[in-house]
């Protein structure tokens, strides 16, 4: 068992949906900015909710609320901007969330084979545990999302 000095502290970011937290690994973190007007497309899915512009780049909104909490947000204070990675490029993904984002620094556990496949591990803060998100499986990728037009399925589904 390691002793208290030996325990390999990192830093997290916990972010507030609605009453619950969760955690991101701060060097997944880009910024954290006040809502601003989203763009949607006639043919975006289900998982992303349209694009913000911020600092020359369209980055995609992701409300991963529903997916784990079971219900959207009703009000958004701020967009977390996270890095997530497509294979070898790295690009930004906005994630609203409701409420004052803190950074702590831990020791996360890792998660268990029990565990959904979007929470990458847990930490203990205060009187809490609080799942440390897994950005990649929680938001979509190329070939990862979902359509909602026949032609589209189609043209993929045709793709060698």
Known sequence: ????????LQSYVLLRLGERRFALAAREIAELVAPSR????????????????????????????????????????????????YGEHTEWV???VSGECELINAEMMPAGESDSNHVAGWLSHGAEVIEV??????????????????????????RP
Not at 58 to 85: H, M
């Open 94 to 96: 906005a994630l609203p």
């Open 133 to 158: 998100l897994d950005l990649e499986a929680l938001t979509p990728g190329p070939g990862t999302l979902s359509t909602h037009h026949p032609e589209v399925s189609a043209a993929q589904e045709a």
């Open 38 to 85: 989203v763009f949607r497309f006639p043919q975006q899915t289900k998982e992303i909710e349209g694009v913000i512009l911020r600092r020359g780049r369209i980055v995609p909104v992701c409300d991963v609320s529903e997916r784990l909490l079971g219900n959207k947000l009703t009000s958004r204070r701020f967009y977390l901007l996270a890095a997530r990675k």
């Open 1 to 8: 068992m390691k002793t208290a000095a030996e325990l390999e």
